[in-house]
């Protein structure tokens, strides 16, 4: 579909229950649609609501980008690209899940769409810039030297890769993005937020779940996975997929 700046792959798993308010998943800074592999499905039938997902663009089948991110490109996928995307699947109501840099720009979402965002599950997100955080990416980014990994990176994103892993590694280690945080945002965010993150996440501590679940304004719980790195969704499914059943159940 159309949105600003080119076209969005988007992808639907339906129910064929009655109708809830659907939920919208929103992938981290080298996911796309396909790599959320069998999850999608799985929570659409663990929730009984429809599930969309989407390629943001320069990822996935979106169309391709040249330009870097630039250092407000959370809030942007919350102001601009998003509010497009839900226009045009005429989602009046919705529950966001996002996972790693997805979960930031979820609670940013429902800051600027109160009215709109039912609730919202974080996976593995940021809410500011840890060491921990810059060390995760430094390793990554040596990884993908090796053209076998970076290969693996290809299959997701074709001729796109290149551009994705340095959108990535550019804005988060770029020293004027050492000061973002999520903070002034969460005061703004009213629904229900369920937090949920890794003990062994090797992006960030437990100090970031802590910091969204003081920091938002509606009713919040945070839940750490023990023995769990950066995918909970991949590494512990079964689990994930109560925990979100459990805190829609009376929404």
Not at 23 to 49: C, I, K, N, Y
Not at 165 to 191: D, I, N, Q, Y
Not at 200 to 218: C, H, L, M, N, W
Request: net charge neutral.
């Amino acid at each position: 579909m159309e949105v600003p700046g080119g076209q969005v792959f988007v992808r639907q798993w339906a129910t064929g229950q009655p109708p809830k308010a659907p939920l919208v998943l929103l992938h981290d800074s080298l996911g796309s649609v396909e790599l959320w592999r069998e999850f999608p499905a799985a929570l659409a039938q663990a929730t009984g609501r429809t599930v969309w997902a989407y390629d943001r663009l320069g990822f996935g089948r979106s169309s391709p980008r040249t330009e870097p991110p630039s250092l407000g490109f959370i809030l942007e996928e919350a102001q601009t690209y998003f509010p497009a995307v839900a226009a045009k699947l005429e989602l009046d109501q919705y529950i966001l899940f996002g996972h790693s840099v997805g979960g930031a720009m979820a609670l940013c979402i429902a800051a600027h769409q109160p009215g709109r965002c039912q609730a919202v599950i974080t996976e593995a997100a940021q809410a500011f810039v840890e060491e921990r955080t810059l060390e995760g990416i430094r390793a990554a980014q040596q990884g993908f030297q090796d053209p076998a990994q970076f290969a693996r990176l290809t299959r997701w994103h074709g001729e796109k890769a290149r551009w994705v892993l340095e959108a990535w590694t550019g804005v988060w280690l770029s020293p004027a993005f050492r000061g973002w945080s999520l903070e002034p945002r969460l005061k703004g965010v009213h629904c229900p937020v369920l937090a949920l993150h890794g003990d062994r996440d090797e992006y960030g501590s437990t100090a970031f779940p802590k910091r969204i679940v003081d920091g938002v304004q509606g009713p919040a719980r945070m839940k750490v996975l023990h023995d769990c790195g950066h995918v909970p969704h991949r590494e512990k499914e079964p689990l994930v997929l109560g925990l979100v059943e459990d805190f829609l159940r009376n929404i």
